[in-house]
């Protein structure tokens, strides 16, 4: 912090001197001041300052596995001698943070090697610790600081020329990213990816999956609006991208697709509405989303079908095989394909690894032969669609890499390939006047962040 408070006090006391000693003009004394060139030498100092700067700032981060402790992650991001005993210390008896669990993450940011600030943060809370230090291995400062104090809403506008991808890098990143503000560093080039990727990612895979086609249906002239959260690390400097809180795809060749958040409780699912998730909704509450997607997997090829007679690879006779098996790598991803609760999670004989997930309307399903189930999970948790809850694997009576994907409606198997699936619930009586009253605040809001008035679509006929 020294470092760049003297860099920028060398800087003002150049340009100070600048301004102070140079010859007034004459027509003596040669041509006049050019003064945009110096603007210019200006920026390119101030450039060369700020990748100086982002060069002397280094972020280590770990995340607890299973068995993880403190300890080991305090070691893990370099954090030694009396730092360590300084952190250990705080953490536990004066910030309570007495124990971690698996998906718990800590950050220690250096500049220029020295240690500046210790981060902790709980996977299953709203916010991080924080433990500064000083020139010297004592703390200064600790705290525990809220999400509500470095999470903000950024409205972005974004003309389609070619790629969503390119519309995205074009005018979605915001130009605080970095601390810098400018792509100086390896870090921060993968940083920019990074946002950019997520940001894609939940509005083509997420939000609009089932009413756009980002491959045929993207023409250039296309608008689209977005209303997003960001995480803005009030000591790193840094921006990062979180989710996408309304949406709106104005087509050039006519037509328009929106997403309208809206906060719920699955009663039906989680008993006394202890979950409170956030779904999208088309103006009329209809849901944007079916209520399951076709695959558990994110690529894989059909192995076997649904089928009530099938030679069994590995027991050598004739059974019915109630699922889809799809081949996948090792480790790949398994999605929940729908929102649900885990009812089983555990060995089940020939299933091997097996995951059950209890959804509305009568429907339950099943992954199995995973080699693992993801963390942070256990029987009764919620979970959502598209939410990775296990990996491909091979246990139980199989022959290779695959999962065994089921489906029951009302305790009967049903083939998940012929199935036709229902669209998820869309809202209705008191959820459905608080969204129609929430919509107008929603846009009135909106439409002053992005300093004009959003679009909307045509009124339907009568």
Not at 95 to 102: A, C, I, Q
Not at 140 to 150: A, G, H, I, M, T
């Amino acid at each position: 912090m020294r470092s760049r408070i003297l860099l920028i006090s060398i800087f003002l006391l150049a340009l100070g001197a600048t301004f102070l000693f140079r010859k007034p003009h004459s027509a003596a004394s040669g041509g006049a001041w050019h003064f945009q060139r110096q603007l210019e030498a200006l920026s390119m100092f101030t450039d060369s300052l700020n990748a100086i700067l982002a060069d002397t700032l280094e972020i280590r981060t770990a995340s607890v596995g299973e068995g993880g402790t403190l300890g080991a992650l305090l070691f893990e991001t370099g954090i030694e001698g009396s730092r360590y005993l300084s952190c250990c210390d705080l953490f536990i008896d004066s910030l309570g943070w007495t124990s971690v669990r698996v998906g718990d993450t800590l950050e220690a940011i250096y500049a220029r090697d020295t240690l500046c600030e210790v981060r902790g943060r709980p996977r299953n809370r709203r916010g991080y610790f924080s433990i500064v230090f000083g020139d010297s291995a004592r703390p200064v400062d600790w705290r525990w600081v809220p999400e509500e104090n470095y999470r903000r809403l950024r409205a972005v506008t974004l003309a389609v020329t070619s790629t969503v991808w390119e519309s995205i890098d074009d005018s979605g990143v915001p130009p605080d990213l970095t601390p810098t503000g400018h792509i100086v560093t390896a870090r921060d080039s993968i940083r920019e990816v990074a946002y950019i990727k997520n940001f894609e990612d939940q509005l083509a895979n997420r939000l609009f999956v089932y009413d756009i086609d980002f491959y045929y249906d993207v023409q250039p002239g296309d608008s689209v609006w977005v209303l997003l959260e960001e995480v803005r690390y009030p000591g790193s400097m840094e921006t990062s991208f979180s989710r996408i809180v309304a949406a709106k795809y104005d087509f050039a060749l006519g037509g328009m697709t929106e997403a309208i958040p809206f906060f719920h409780r699955p009663d039906s699912l989680a008993p006394g509405g202890t979950v409170v998730i956030l779904d999208h909704y088309h103006r009329d509450g209809a849901s944007l989303r079916t209520m399951f997607i076709k695959m558990p997997v994110p690529f894989g090829r059909v192995s076997s079908v649904y089928s009530d007679s099938r030679m069994h690879p590995v027991l050598g006779y004739t059974r019915a095989h109630r699922g889809i098996d799809y081949a996948a790598p090792m480790g790949t991803e398994i999605y929940a394909v729908g929102d649900g609760i885990i009812t089983f999670r555990g060995w089940s004989g020939g299933y091997g690894n097996i995951v059950r997930v209890r959804h509305a309307n009568g429907y339950e399903t099943g992954y199995g032969h995973m080699s693992s189930f993801a963390s942070g999970q256990e029987v009764g948790s919620y979970v959502r669609q598209g939410d990775v809850i296990g990996f491909i694997g091979t246990t139980g009576l199989s022959t290779g890499p695959h999962v065994h994907f089921e489906m029951k409606l009302n305790g009967e198997y049903v083939n998940p390939a012929t199935e036709i699936l229902p669209p998820a619930n869309p809202l209705e009586d008191q959820q459905l006047e608080l969204f129609r009253l929430q919509l107008p605040v929603l846009e009135s809001t909106w439409g002053r962040m992005t300093g004009g008035s959003l679009p909307a679509p045509p009124p339907e006929d009568e």
